[in-house]
């Protein structure tokens, strides 16, 4: 294995962490409505920040949009509207399934759909029949460990607020139907890295081959999209639930501060992850990003675990959590066993 290869391993790894902890933030505004912490998140994530770097390299930016085409503008664009979709989608099952449950299901949506879809796209004519059955079996793999998880999160609900009863068991079906949603809608973001290599090109050659720098194109381009959707209906919601009127009694710096810390760290994830799937050249959009997921479900799952989420529900909800776990792992290898084949 080549140096650059092993870099860009560690620099997806990097992302990973980062991502796997971008949400560990929320649990501490809970007392909360969604839209007040998660709104702000948005807005910083998706427009705050990634035009704070641009406007460093504006030239070098701008010029590249100017010069890729509408055909290599749009993709980016409308994956990131796709995202953003999935993306508030992810932050509601967050809240009402709790981290360790959300992760798992959601990055294992993510892998299912944002490392097989590129893999396919990039060349599915080139690959072998084993290859594509051997892809199959990693995303069938991945949605048995979905499954399993989904029931470990049911199995824990009913241990924890028995007295609740059917309430609680709507509330963590509803979490884990947007996690499942969220999930394969949040695979655009691979998308849109995966379908912008064009205006990647383009960028590279005005930052002078520094992808580091050149990636900002076309994370650019699918966070307009995802602000959209994302910051959009937290605009909706805002007014939907008249907060204009009460705004000022809820704890505003701490929810913006709360809300900056998740957005650097999402941020950062998207940065390293696009740096480190450059590195890895045409293994990116498939291994890359299956390391990149799995490694932000391990550590979501233990930030879960450190704030005690899973405490006391038991060894059968534990063996259906770790079941669930293992098979997505377990996936996420086989998908990037089938990427090693061609």
């Not at 949506?109 to 004519?125: D, H, K, N, R, W």
Request: contains cysteine.
């Amino acid at each position: 294995m080549g140096n650059i290869v092993i870099i860009g391993i560690g620099t997806v790894f990097i992302g990973a962490l980062l991502g796997g902890t971008f949400a560990l933030p929320s649990k501490y505004a809970q007392d909360s409505p969604w839209e007040m912490l998660w709104g702000p998140f948005f807005l910083f994530a998706t427009l705050v920040l990634p035009f704070a770097l641009i406007l460093i390299w504006p030239e070098q930016i701008f010029n590249t949009w100017r010069q890729a085409s509408w055909e290599q503008l749009l993709p980016p664009i409308l994956f990131g509207l796709l995202w953003g979709l999935g993306s508030f989608m992810s932050g509601i099952a967050f809240a009402t399934a709790g981290l360790s449950l959300a992760y798992a299901i959601t990055m294992g949506m993510q892998t299912c759909f944002g490392s097989s879809v590129p893999l396919i796209f990039g060349g599915a004519e080139n690959l072998s029949a084993i290859t594509v059955l051997i892809v199959i079996a990693g995303i069938l793999v991945c949605f048995i460990g979905v499954c399993f998880t989904g029931y470990a999160g049911i199995l824990k609900e009913k241990i924890a607020k028995p007295s609740d009863g059917e309430k609680d068991n709507k509330k963590v079906r509803r979490g884990i139907l947007f996690a499942v949603f969220g999930g394969i809608l949040a695979a655009c973001l691979n998308y849109s890295f995966s379908f912008g290599i064009p205006v990647l090109d383009i960028a590279k050659d005005q930052f002078r081959g520094d992808a580091s720098k050149a990636t900002l194109a076309v994370w650019g381009l699918a966070l307009i999209g995802g602000s959209i959707s994302s910051f959009g209906y937290c605009i909706y919601l805002f007014i939907k639930n008249k907060r204009i009127s009460s705004i000022k009694s809820y704890p505003l710096k701490k929810l913006f501060g709360l809300a900056l810390i998740m957005a650097l760290l999402h941020d950062g994830a998207v940065f390293f992850y696009g740096l480190g799937s450059d590195l890895l050249g045409q293994l990116g959009p498939t291994i890359g990003f299956a390391i990149f997921v799995s490694g932000m479900m391990l550590v979501g799952n233990l930030n879960g675990y450190l704030t005690k989420e899973w405490s006391g529900v038991g060894k059968k909800t534990t063996y259906w959590l770790f079941a669930g776990l293992g098979s997505i792992v377990t996936g996420i290898i086989i998908l990037a066993y089938s990427n090693s084949l061609n």
